[in-house]
């Protein structure tokens, strides 16, 4: 078979299942998932062999020591994979909820509720946990999946896709309600990307080239997870000290995620006392900072010039930029030009000025006085979270169960005809 | 400038526009839409001039009766025209709507509220109308619009966008807020369709050539309006006299639209007694009927051999395919299977089989007694409808003014950080 009857077959067989899953009650679903957890625990020594198999491939390879990390799946990380999925299981579930429900002059009744979206893909690259805990949400909500995990961690989701498959199987549902491309080619991704007919959403997680190939080639809707430039900016009316404080926290707890802060906007009414300050604070927890000539002149010489790449740099890391702005219209101004929209935080004392930054500026999430890093479907009290959307259509910030439905109407009549 | 610097600059000047729009008070959005009817309304000798240009060209180049009915703008037509957009003023607004509110335990209050998209590009053929119903809608909820008309109606287009422009001017809001390309070569719509960074949504409205293209080059969302394949499955419990008239209305009250019926399905335990009376029925309505071997048994001449084809067939016109079905299961499967997911209807009596149905059929609409015909924003009560959306993502079946919205979180702290 060729790379496209292949890819075909996978596609038909996935939008069988999900026509068959959107027929079994909720039950079903829940039972699968604890069958799927305790097939995984069975499976436990073939998941660990297999795993070792790609971390050693990956060794020779001279992979990184932070992607080796990401692809290890430790005895905790195995424990935690497992304890998620009976999670996930005592969630509430959206399918089946109403959503609205009303009635119209004619006697027709109008009922609008979630239901499963259909068949999701989820692109995505080293880390095998993903595998597990992406198909365990889209099953919870009645949607088959098709994954396609990156090469390095071949071995290890199709160890972990076999447990999950077996699990289905022993449920009563079909294998095909999960599957992975067992191919690493690159040219699958945009053979995948043209099922449209067969798949309904496509959700790829990882870097920026692997979400750009997704998002030229899919004809299905595309749920992206992408950059998160996150900005604070300390109004002249600001607490100071809570100023530092978010500041350290949003740039430091774990510098390597989207919702950690990049770039902090001072303003200038302030700028002469704050920047020492947080410059001095940033330094002991040895953070770089890259400054524009205003932060250079107060912060001194630990400020490293900031160029224009700075302003839409997505660091993950130790580093932060620093801009001096006139108010709060050069802050939002800034933030629309060079962020992503996606946790941006103004701290000050004064509620009206508050107020316009929470409904001016639009991102998916806006703070007043707390830390970007609360944009975190656990932090939202979702109970799990698939991604953080960084699109506004359908889904924008945490993607939690919700999310991943779709809904349709249904509608009782008495032999209405329209006139 | 070449096409593609052209199409940036639009784009770039939506984006822009867009932003603008999302910090201007509700009032003035519907007063640059009073403003928008007003300016029709001075300009009107222009419009009907400008479009009786297109109406010349078009008789020229040959276009059919039906394709130059659909590009008049006729005395009636404009008057609506106008009177739409006030109605459009009277509805509520979506726009800064609580969806939801909620407190953590660690004092943070989460609220997600209703924003605008940002901008929405529409892509159509020939009716001018919709350059302005599109515009309202859009623009009701707070986006800019980037239009792209057929060239047949360019003259049309443009003079009524101008008129629309200057309404938005009166009303102080940048005329940028309503933009229309001024090229019509076919080069344009890839070329717009990759203005992602600008461009937050695309709706093609319009054939299925036109909506395959927007489908394979555009990298932003696009909410398709596409096919309708209605069927009503007459249920061995139906009410035949019931059944009659919603077939007769489904199919015959507005043919060329997409909830219309195009497939009947008859259970077998009744088709020699209902193939007869609704082929006698359908008969009397000069509808052309194309049947399986039952059909054509028990319906006689009147009924011509159906092919794989009809079954796949959106007709738009009044030709009925007729197909008897062993039960519910085998009914579902045809619709599955040949079905657009549009809207579909069980005539019955029995409510646990209906129940079934409603469940089970996966339809943006799915009917137990009543018209396909009633799918459809003013008859959801909707108040105004941009299309009906086949997709399944963010919008499902009848689109009103909150489909055109997005959210975000405001989230109100008092310094908390992440622990």
Chains 1, 2 share one sequence.
Request: hydrophobic fraction near 40%; charged fraction near 25%.
């Amino acid at each position: 078979m060729s790379l496209e009857q292949e890819i075909r077959a996978i596609a038909l067989n996935g939008k069988a299942a999900g026509l068959d899953l959107m027929k079994r009650p909720l039950k079903q679903l829940d039972e699968a998932l604890l069958s799927m957890a305790s097939a995984l625990e069975e499976a436990k020594e073939r998941i660990l062999a297999a795993n070792a198999i790609d971390l050693a491939a990956a060794e020779q390879r001279g992979l990184s020591g932070s992607m080796l990390e990401r692809l290890k799946i430790k005895e905790k990380t195995f424990e935690s994979m497992v304890a998620g999925v009976r999670q996930v299981v005592a969630l509430e579930n959206p399918l089946g909820k109403t959503i609205r429900e009303w009635s119209r002059p004619n006697g027709l009744k109008i009922k609008q509720l979630r239901v499963p979206i259909g068949v999701i893909g989820i692109i995505y690259e080293s880390r095998p946990n993903v595998t597990v805990d992406a198909s365990v949400l889209c099953l919870k909500t009645g949607n088959a999946v098709i994954l396609r995990g990156g090469s390095e961690a071949i071995h290890s989701n199709k160890a972990l896709l076999a447990a999950l498959q077996a699990g289905a199987k022993k449920a009563g549902l079909l294998e095909t309600v999960v599957q992975l491309l067992p191919m690493t080619d690159r040219e699958a991704i945009p053979v995948l990307c043209h099922q449209e007919d067969c798949i309904d959403l496509m959700i790829p997680r990882g870097g920026e080239g692997l979400i750009r190939t997704v998002t030229e080639h899919a004809r299905m809707p595309v749920i992206k997870h992408f950059n998160g430039i996150c900005h604070v900016y300390v109004h002249e009316k600001a607490d100071l000290k809570m100023a530092e404080a978010i500041i350290i926290n949003a740039k430091c707890q774990r510098p390597g995620v989207c919702n950690a802060l990049e770039t902090l906007l001072i303003d200038e009414s302030i700028a002469s006392l704050f920047v020492p300050q947080i410059v001095k604070a940033l330094k002991e927890q040895q953070v770089e900072i890259r400054g524009d000539q205003r932060t250079q002149k107060w912060g001194g010489e630990e400020v490293k010039p900031a160029t224009e790449e700075d302003w839409r740099a997505e660091y993950l890391d130790l580093i932060l930029s620093i801009r001096v702005v006139k108010g709060i219209d050069e802050a939002i101004a800034h933030m629309e030009k060079y962020g992503s929209r996606h946790s941006d935080v103004i701290v000050t004392e004064e509620a009206s000025v508050a107020e316009r930054f929470l409904n001016e500026m639009d991102s998916a999430t806006v703070y007043w006085n707390a830390s970007t890093r609360f944009t975190d479907g656990g932090e939202f009290g979702f109970g799990a979270e698939i991604g953080i959307s960084t699109d506004k259509l359908h889904a924008r910030g945490p993607m939690g169960l919700a999310e991943l439905t779709s809904y349709k109407y249904q509608i009782v009549g008495t032999g209405q005809i329209r006139p």
